[in-house]
Structures are given as C-alpha cells and as structure tokens.
C-alpha cells in the first residue's frame, strides 16, 4: 500500500464505512455479485500463464452467477486489507480458502465445503523430518493466515502453542511465493501453509521441496460475508447445495483435484448468531497503540541509518558523477539512472535474494534488516547525488576565480566555499527527501521486515478494525511535522544574509 495517500484512503475508507447501503438494499435487483480473493493462493485462485484468473473457488462462484443470472467480478485483494474491502462494500464476500475456524464471530459464514489441514514445507536437504525438529528454526507463515491462528491464535492447541515457542522466529510474511523465495534461499528452515496450496506448490516447483506427514492443525473451509448478511450468504448456499445434488461441485472438485478434500453437506448448521466486542473503546486503543510501538523501533532505525549512510555516500557519488575521468562518471551515470528508473522495492528484493539467486551465497536471519538498510542508502543516496550536484553547479563561477586568484587549493575551496553555499541552497530539496524517506519505511514490507505499518496492518486484519491504520497514520503525520519543524529550524540558521 502506497503511505503517499495513507490520510485520504483511511478518510475515504472510513466515510465508505459510514455511508454503505443497507445489506439488503440491493439483493433483489442484483446484477452482480463480487468475489475478493487472494491471487496468489493457488489452486483456490490464482493468475494462470494467460493472465485471467481462475482457481477452485473462483470456478464455484462462476458457476452460482451463472444460475442465479449474476455477473462474477473477481477482484483480486491485499490479504491484510480483506476486512476492509468487505466492510466498505468493495466486495461481497471473500472466497478464497477461507478459514473458519478461530472466526466463527466474525464473519457470517456459508456451510463449510473443504476439509483443510495446516502442514510444514521444507527444503529437499533438509534436516527438519517431523515437527519437533522445527526448535529454534525460523518459522515463516502468511499474515493472518490459518497457519499463523494455529500457532498463536486464541483457539490454538497448546501442543502449537508450546511447539510455536520454541521456535527462534516465527516470521509472518505478505505471500506465498515470497515465502518460498525465502525458504530456497536459507532465509527461512520452514513455511507452515494449508495442504492444497502446498501440495499445488510443491509439483509446480520441482524436487527442491518436501512436505512433512505429520500435520500441524486441521479446519475448513467457507465463504465469508459481511457479519449479518445472511440474505446474500442464503441465495450463494442454496445454490451450492443445488450444486452438490446435480453433481455439478463434484465435477469442479475433480477438476481442480480437489475431490478428496471437500466436505459440502445439507446436514451441517449455520451459526448465525453472533457476539458483539464489547472492549471498551479507550481499552481497546491502548491495547493498539502498544502493539504499534513495537514497530516504530523498527520504522526509526530504517530512518536514521539511512540518512546516517546516505547522506555522505551521496556526496561522493555526485563528486563522482562530476569527475572528469570519463569512466568514472559514466558508470555513476548509470547508476543512477538504474536507481531512479525502478521501485525501491524491487531494489530491496535483489539485495536480500540476489546473493543467493545470483552466487548461491545463503544468508543469515540478521542480513534481512542488513538489507533493508542497503536497499535504502543506495536508492536514496543517488537521489541526494543530484541535489548534492545541483547545489555544487548553482555555487557563481566569479567564486571559484575568486578563491583560484586568492591561492585557495581545490579542497580548500571546495571545503570553505561551495559546501556551505551548496548546503544553503539544497536544504529545500533535501528536506522534501528526508519527509519522503519517513513514509518510504513502510516499503521494507518487500523482503517480510516487520516496521510500523506493516505491523499496522497485522494488527488491523487480526482485529477487523480500520483503527491500527489511522493511528500509523497520526505517527507518520506527527513525525514529519517533527521533521519538516527540524529542517526548517536549520534552514533559518542559514539565511544568513537575512
């Protein structure tokens, strides 16, 4: 998520919250019906070789607009964000190996139609052959997934519990192909998943993974709507079930093979009642808030000590980039247009995968912040580079006549003379990147590292509460005023012929 337009989307999301028609305002005349989902979950749904999406879920619903004359709009989501979108109205429904278990209050459900068990996936050589193997490895599992409520949640066995605890790490990371990037490259010893997906995984990754016999934890799974809109949940069962009598849901379980795994029965109730939160608001901001502060450690290190190593390494690439040795200036030249020209994040995964990927070099659990770090001096240094040469090529040219006919060496007038005028006139721009960086913190979410927005939004799917994103919001709000009142503090101090 793009934190440039984090005060208009909370504003927007929140008026969306506010102004959403009733539940049933629209199910008479409805025309279309649409299906949020993560895409990259196969094969419950994913985008295959031809770009369109399709999956085991994605084929169910086709099939239910179909009979009920309903167009299918499938509208890919952020995992994180699922809550969100079905409280605003932007879906309907989210289907996508949806998990009840440990959410029974939260959504209204469908009648359970897979049975679905969380196991452990490993690479090829390794040692790890049974889950008590996995002490003091790093474990890795998909935020707010099933996996993740196995080994924390409220209803998870203490066996998980006891076993979660003797893990070194237990990493949560936003999808399933990074998690196997990082799995391949000795970032992580084991990724916890849900059988289908993993078994989908596996065989379409060759023989570099393995996955364990004994299984983590069991549930099943349904299709969840907007808490109270059981008119829409009974118009998608009824047709389900009509499905299952015809034959039809076992004929797209067979071709997804899936046939062993569903579990849709007319004999199975529907839990429709539900129990409001009753935390008390202000309890329940606290509890928030200290969560939050877990993460804005981490938000503040990305901030200083990538000004702490850009700012300097940013001065000598631009004195570089001036150098007269042709060379020299070319390859900083490129440089620099190679940074400019691509996204930070992308920057990111190849400093963190690109020893492995590229030398086959593993890494360590410590290189991820080591390359968050790296990723963003370099990215942000060639951006100071230019307004370091900006401000170097605005110093008048009588000066440096002025300082050759007084005797002053080139260091010395570089030193006494440009750098304090170059200094003078860049603050501005210099400024605008540092405000810029503090939002860009968020962005080391590319390689799974946990800073404060990031944390925001675990917490904001963990509660179903827009709440964790404003208060992120008011941080970065309040830490860029901090930072604009610092820097326009130093460039008074400056003005001096003022």
């Known amino acids: 998520m793009n934190q440039k337009g984090i005060s208009a989307l909370c504003a927007a999301s929140l008026l969306l919250t506010l102004f959403t028609p009733s539940?049933?305002?629209?199910?008479?005349?409805?025309?279309?019906?649409t299906v949020g989902f993560d895409a990259e979950?196969?094969?419950?749904?994913?985008?295959?070789?031809?770009?369109?999406?399709?999956?085991?879920?994605?084929?169910?619903?086709?099939?239910?607009?179909?009979?009920?004359?309903?167009e299918l709009k499938k509208t890919p989501i952020e995992w994180n964000s699922k809550d969100m979108e079905l409280k605003t109205g932007a879906i309907d429904c989210i289907w996508n190996g949806f998990t009840i278990n440990g959410r029974e209050n939260d959504y209204t459900w469908s009648v359970p139609y897979v049975d679905n068990s969380q196991v452990a996936v490993v690479r090829t050589d390794s040692d790890i052959s049974q889950l008590s193997d996995m002490e003091n490895k790093i474990v890795a599992v998909q935020t707010d997934s099933s996996a993740l409520a196995a080994f924390t949640g409220e209803d998870a066995e203490q066996k998980n519990i006891d076993l979660a605890n003797t893990f070194k790490e237990l990493q949560q990371i936003g999808d399933y192909n990074s998690a196997f990037m990082n799995l391949e490259s000795g970032s992580v010893d084991v990724i916890c998943m849900d059988i289908g997906v993993a078994k989908y995984e596996i065989s379409k990754r060759g023989d570099k993974f393995k996955m364990l016999d004994e299984q983590v934890s069991s549930e099943r799974y349904g299709i969840g709507f907007l808490k109270g809109n059981t008119e829409l949940r009974d118009e998608v069962q009824?047709?389900?079930?009509?499905?299952?009598?015809?034959g039809t849901f076992a004929e797209i379980a067979e071709e997804w093979d899936l046939s062993d795994s569903v579990c849709l029965s007319e004999d199975v109730a529907v839990r429709d009642d539900f129990t409001e939160d009753e935390t008390p608001f202000g309890e329940k901001l606290v509890s928030i808030c200290r969560q939050l502060l877990k993460g804005v450690g981490a938000s503040l290190s990305i901030f200083f000590l990538t000004l702490l190593f850009a700012l300097p390494l940013g001065l000598l690439i631009a004195l570089g980039r001036?150098?007269?040795?042709?060379p020299l200036s070319v390859l900083i030249k490129l440089y620099i247009s190679v940074v400019r020209g691509t996204p930070l994040m992308l920057q990111m995964l190849v400093v963190f995968f690109g020893p492995y990927f590229l030398f086959h070099v593993s890494t360590?659990?410590?290189?991820r912040f080591i390359a968050v770090i790296i990723g963003f001096t370099l990215n942000y240094a060639a951006y100071f580079a230019e307004i370091y040469r900006s401000g170097i090529q605005a110093v008048p040219v009588g000066q440096h006549e002025a300082c050759e006919i007084l005797g002053f060496s080139k260091t010395q007038e570089f030193i006494r003379i440009v750098l304090p005028q170059m200094f003078k006139n860049i603050l501005p721009s210099i400024t605008n990147e540092v405000i810029t960086l503090v939002k860009d913190t968020s962005l080391a979410f590319a390689i799974s590292y946990t800073e404060m927005f990031t944390l925001a939004k675990q917490v904001a799917a963990a509660e179903t509460t827009i709440m964790p994103l404003f208060i992120a919001g008011v941080f970065y709000y309040v830490f860029?005023?901090?930072?604009?009142?610092?820097?326009?503090?130093?460039?008074k101090k400056m003005n001096y012929f003022r």
Do not use: H
């Not at 985008?47 to 309903?70: H, I, K």
């Open 238 to 246: 009824s047709t389900l079930l009509q499905m299952l009598e015809d």
């Open 41 to 70: 979950f196969p094969p419950y749904g994913y985008q295959n070789e031809e770009g369109e999406y399709v999956g085991f879920d994605l084929s169910l619903a086709q099939e239910v607009c179909d009979r009920n004359g309903w």
């Open 322 to 326: 001036m150098s007269k040795f042709k």
């Open 364 to 367: 360590s659990t410590e290189y």
């Open 23 to 33: 539940l049933s305002a629209f199910a008479a005349d409805r025309t279309q019906f």
């Open 480 to 491: 860029n005023l901090i930072v604009a009142f610092a820097m326009e503090y130093i460039e």
